[in-house]
Structures are given as structure tokens and as C-alpha cells.
């Protein structure tokens, strides 16, 4: 729940900032009290009622934090802890945040805003935050030790600058970063444009989120901080699919995404059934010359990507990094290719000692969704997620559009599977079919019984030692 303490209002039905005349002015020269979030749902957009009007956006499994006006000027109050935050139900990461969250709060702010942002910090070690792609004075950047003093723990520190440019901003810390960021501390920002703006469309539904990566181990709940390539859970603002909430929208709206990077890799972010525009990225609004038809977008490490499209097509609509491995949750990579080979008598002489053991990929991996295969107490599995039809096999960086004719004005919950309409869902072929090659006996293409006749091809699978082990 969001905690609601003093004048501050909550995420989900807010005032924003309460009349400030109602506030003495010595509670106005005091910090504003923090607000903070520990439900890992997509909270409602946060309609300001104070300050410029604009169109809010939607968290992905977040919120966006309130402020209070002072003189005009928007105030706002991250702090810097440690978090649990929920990846999946079932699987808890013990992370770094802002506000109780990993990532933080979403602030929104207006082009030409006054914001003074107050950061206390509660972490074991010192911070900063750095306002990622903003204009402002060069002591206001957050470069620890470049710009300014770190801030300490336990200390507050104050930034104050002008909102100048609209646009898809985040923010991070530019201290300690390789432990702070792979502990998940990182936040969107949204400088709305003031009034119209040439290059800015209006949207129906406005989603934001960052890219995160991880390496937590299966059972463990906090990452591994000196992973630098190999990270096992790939994130949409901390989360993993099927803890990723779905977009849902409107025949015929306007949509528009907006996307992060703070991970150690690229991630080509793939949309199905529609075509989108890369409107904007983190250096401001795109001339509309230089935008073409899209269905995946590259968002390079300190990128953002913002894209836009009419969901003119109704369905479940996957959307997702297209890199298959990062569609997938906590898991060994170092599992050999097992594909074709006939594990049946070496799996009977084994079980023969090893009741539990399990044979894997021998037909690729898709039986592992399926599988009852014990879990540690603390982790998600590798491929999950049930649709419709069955296991998705996804995780990771996915989560769906979901795009209805009937999703009523202004109401955006999450509706039921799509209905196909009759006759538009792919289906099985009835007629005589060749034998499969799953057949249950040795000697089909993919399981030679012996070597061919002439003795001469031997087909021979050599696996390299890894560097860095031994033996090597
Ligand atoms: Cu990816």
C-alpha cells in the first residue's frame, strides 16, 4: 500500500499536493515527508490536481511519486534503502530501491517546471542520483566526487533545476554504480510538454518502464553485484514475466511506450501485430523525417527508446527483448545441447541409483515449462507463464498488448484471453500424416541406432573447456 503520512497524497487517488495554505510555514521549510510503495502492482496514473495539467503515465508494475507544491516550485522526496521487491509471486529479491520500490518512483514533471528533489539516503554506503539526459546547471548532474560531495548515509542532499526540456528521462546513481545498479537502484522521469507541442503527440495510454538484469541464484534472494555478463533475470521494472502486468488498451488507441536501459547488454524490443514509430528517444522528440515503420527497436545500454503505434488489431499481442535467452527466468547456462541424443538405457541406469534424476532437452527445451521439476524455495522458473492454449514457455522481458474492442473508456483493467473469432486460430491438420519423429524407438533422423554401412561417418560432438576452470 502506498503509506500516506502528512500532506502528501497516495499513488492510486490523489490530491498530489494538498494546498500548501493548509501547511504552517514551518512544515513547508521541513523535509517533505516520504512517500512510499510496497505493492509491486502497476498502480492508476497519478492525475495531478496541483501544477500544470498534463496526460499521466502508466508505471509497469510501479507508480509515480507525489509531490508537494512550495512556492511554486514541485517538491519532491526520494530516499535511497534497501527493498524486497516481489520478481514473480513466489520469488523475492532483496534489491536497493527508492521508496520502498526497485525501481523507484516514476516523477512526472511539466516542461518549464521549478522541481527541487530532496534525496535522503538510507543505504549502507554512499550515493547520488544523476538525472539522466536533463539539462541543468553542472553541480545539479550527480556525478559523485565529479559534480559533488557523495551523500553520505544518513545525510540528505538537495537538487534544484528547471525541468527545461520535455521528454523520457531516467534517473540512477552515479556512485558505486556497478553494485548500485545491479542491486536494482534506477527510475523513470517524464518532463511532459507544456501545452502542445509540434513533435509530441497526445496518446491515449502512455506506458513507461526500465530494463533491468540480475544475477540472483536459484534459492538466493540478493544478486550477485559482480556479475558482469552473465546475469540470470532479465526485467521490465524488476519484475519477470508472468509478473509482468499486461498493457491493456483500447481498440484504436493512441499508444505509446517508453523504454530504458540500464542493463549490461542491448535488448531488441519486439512488438507483434502492429507497426510502431520510434518517436522520441532520450535526446528529445524525433523530427518526423526520420521516422519509419518498425516492429522491433534496439535499445542499446543508457538508451531510451520511445515508440508509438494505433493497436488497431485486437488480440493478445506478445510483446518482449527479442533475445531468447532473456525470455527466460533464473537457470544454468552451462547445460551441454542435448538434443538427438537417446539418453533411455544411460537414464534407466541412473534412476537405478538416483530415483529423481531427470533427463534434459533431449527433444529441445520446451518440456521444461511443463515439467514438475523441484524448485528451490526462493526462484522462478525458467519458462512459465499459462495462456490459453497452454505454457507460453516465456519469462524474463515479456508481457502482453492486449487490445479489446469492448475495454470501456477510462477503464483499463486487465481483461480475460483474447476470443478468437471463429476460424482464426491456427488448428490441426486432420488428414494421414507421416510417422513423427518422436517415435518411440532408436534409428529415426535425429537418433542414428548405429553408424551408417560404410563405417567411415562418425559423427563426434567435442565440447571446449571453459576458460577459467581447471584443467584447462
Ligand atoms: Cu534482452
Not at 48 to 70: H, I, K, Q
Not at 80 to 107: C, D
Not at 332 to 349: L, Q, S
Request: overall charge neutral.
Amino acid at each position: 500500500m502506498t503509506s500516506r503520512r502528512n500532506f502528501l497524497g497516495g499513488a492510486g487517488a490523489i490530491t498530489g499536493a494538498v494546498a500548501a495554505a493548509s501547511v504552517g510555514k514551518a512544515a513547508m521549510a521541513a523535509l517533505p515527508e516520504p512517500v512510499t510503495q510496497s505493492k509491486p502492482d502497476t498502480m492508476a496514473p497519478l492525475v495531478p490536481t496541483t501544477g500544470r495539467p498534463y496526460n499521466p503515465v502508466v508505471t509497469l508494475n510501479g507508480w509515480t511519486l507525489p509531490w508537494r507544491m512550495n512556492n511554486g516550485v514541485k517538491e519532491f522526496h526520494l530516499v535511497a534503502e534497501p527493498v524486497v521487491r516481489e520478481m514473480v509471486p513466489g520469488f523475492k529479491a532483496h534489491l536497493w530501491g527508492y521508496n520502498g520500490q526497485s525501481p523507484g518512483p516514476t516523477i512526472e514533471v511539466v516542461e518549464g517546471d521549478r522541481v527541487r528533489i530532496f534525496v535522503t539516503n538510507k543505504l549502507p554506503e554512499h550515493t547520488s542520483v544523476h538525472w539522466h539526459g536533463q539539462r541543468l546547471p553542472n553541480g545539479m548532474d550527480g556525478v559523485g566526487g565529479l559534480t559533488q560531495k557523495h551523500i553520505a548515509p544518513g545525510k540528505t542532499f538537495v537538487y534544484e533545476f528547471e525541468a527545461r526540456r520535455p521528454g523520457t528521462f531516467m534517473y540512477h546513481p552515479h556512485a558505486d554504480e556497478m553494485t548500485q545498479m545491479a542491486m536494482g537502484m534506477m527510475g523513470f522521469w517524464v518532463t511532459h510538454p507544456k501545452g502542445g507541442h509540434p513533435l509530441i503527440d497526445r496518446v491515449d495510454r502512455d506506458f513507461v518502464f526500465l530494463l533491468g538484469s540480475f544475477d540472483i541464484e536459484p534459492g538466493a534472494y540478493t544478486p550477485k553485484i559482480m556479475t558482469m555478463l552473465d546475469f540470470n533475470l532479465f526485467t521490465f521494472n524488476s519484475r519477470v514475466f508472468p509478473g509482468i502486468d499486461s498493457m491493456n488498451v483500447r481498440k484504436g488507441d493512441k499508444v505509446r511506450i517508453r523504454v530504458g536501459n540500464l542493463t549490461m547488454t542491448n535488448h531488441p524490443i519486439h512488438l507483434h501485430g502492429h507497426e510502431f514509430l520510434v518517436t522520441g528517444t532520450d535526446g528529445g522528440p524525433t523530427p518526423r523525417s526520420t521516422r519509419w515503420p518498425e516492429v522491433t527497436t534496439d535499445v542499446a545500454v543508457g538508451q531510451m527508446r520511445q515508440v508509438e503505434f494505433i493497436a488497431d488489431e485486437e488480440g493478445d499481442w506478445a510483446f518482449h527483448c527479442h533475445k531468447s535467452h532473456h525470455t527466460m527466468n533464473a537457470m544454468g547456462h552451462e547445460v551441454p545441447t542435448m538434443i538427438g541424443v537417446d539418453h533411455r538405457k544411460v537414464a534407466r541406469e541412473i534412476t537405478s541409483l538416483i530415483p529423481d534424476y531427470m533427463v534434459m532437452g533431449e527433444r529441445g527445451m520446451a518440456d521444461m515449462a511443463e515439467m514438475e521439476m523441484p524448485l528451490p524455495d526462493n526462484t522462478a522458473p525458467m519458462m512459465s507463464g499459462e495462456g490459453p492454449f497452454g505454457s507460453m514457455e516465456m519469462g524474463g522481458m515479456f508481457t502482453v498488448l492486449k487490445v479489446r474492442r469492448d475495454q470501456k473508456p477510462g477503464d483499463y483493467k486487465n481483461p480475460s484471453w483474447f476470443q478468437h473469432p471463429a476460424g482464426t486460430v491456427a488448428y490441426e491438420f486432420t488428414g494421414s500424416l507421416p510417422p513423427a519423429p518422436r517415435a518411440n524407438t532408436p534409428g529415426t533422423g535425429s537418433m542414428p541406432a548405429r553408424m551408417a554401412p560404410n563405417n567411415k561417418e562418425v559423427e563426434v560432438q567435442v565440447r571446449k573447456p571453459k576458460s577459467g576452470h581447471s584443467g584447462h
